[in-house]
């Protein structure tokens, strides 16, 4: 079947259904799919939907339906919808792969075509056009591709759905994928992904409420006194920031880590914000609301000694606590931190962590713990 119909994008074109394997047919993973084009891409983004034309989501498989149903959607909507598309999100048994830019007229290159005879199995043009996709019965390691070539290849390990045509004029059935192919291909074109280095960022103890400074007493300025007794005025819209640049004057004046994340659970609004961040993720909030008990975290942690060897009770006369505009590292020395971004607890030097995310790291765990 062509689609004729004017002013459609010069993609899904073509979409003949007697060609697509009786096994995917069979898969309740199948929807619509309309052409958006995105200018920053300079390219057309292929956007599923569901019969009553509402957008899906390829982290929800269970939103997807039956091939019938999909096919008749585009059959009835032919100026709206310009192809289908098959969810591989968690599929097992089926590997896809996607090779762009590769065919040009009936002309197939020379490395395109090589992986579609060493995989021996169902293949067909894409929306486009310019290239090929290959589906077979199979797994792999991972989901990977190599935008540089022009390849990807994928077995359920992301979310990710594939655009199907029946485009193919010498149909073919869906063959088991030869693991050792499989692998070679990931040997030849694949890209090992870089692992970003795990920072162990450890929790300080926290300081129990009457062992802190008084907030109206603290060599800081007025504006961060009326943060941590009143909150952020109406007129903060960056509630994340303004929390950062408190944090900051905190440890400019002094304060350690320890000190730093006890004055902030001690002040109710501080874990106001904490928790609006929770509320963002539902998984996270049930876990910080529903399966802890409730109670003040202040009070399931012992009071600990001030730096300086100052009993808890007492304040730390300035010049024994940290020096200025620094953060205690893992082993008790004093490392300088460059507002607005904070050094490691390992004394290491910045990697990438804001004050703001550790705190709310920190935060966090107050939140679980309470």
Known sequence: MKNTTPDLPPIGRVFNGANIPPELK????????????????EKYDKVPYDGNHRGLSTKLVESWGDYDSAAMTLRLNPTRYHGLG????GITDVVGIDLDNCREGTTIAPWAREIVESMGSYTE?????????????GSTEDDWNNHDVGIEVYGGHTARFLTITGDTSKPRPMTAANPEVVAGLFAQHGRTRKQNPIIQITMPELIHELALPDVTEMDIPEATKEFLLHGPGEDVLDRSGALHAVGVQL????????????????????????LSHRRQDPDRESQAQGH????????????????GGGSPDKKVPRGQGPARGAVQAGDGSRVRCAPPRLVDHQGAGAHGHTGCDIWRLWLGQVLLCA
């Open 26 to 41: 069979a898969l309740r993973r199948w929807a619509v799919w309309k052409a958006i084009w995105n200018p920053e891409r």
């Open 86 to 89: 098959l969810v591989l999100t």
């Open 125 to 137: 043009i894409s929306p486009s056009g310019t290239g090929l996709r290959i589906l077979a019965h």
């Open 251 to 274: 440890y400019s004046a002094g304060y350690s880590d320890a000190e730093v994340l006890s004055i902030f659970a001690a002040s109710q609004p501080v874990m106001d914000i904490a």
């Open 292 to 307: 802890h008990p409730r109670g003040d975290p202040r009070r399931l942690r012992r009071p600990v000694r001030r730096p």
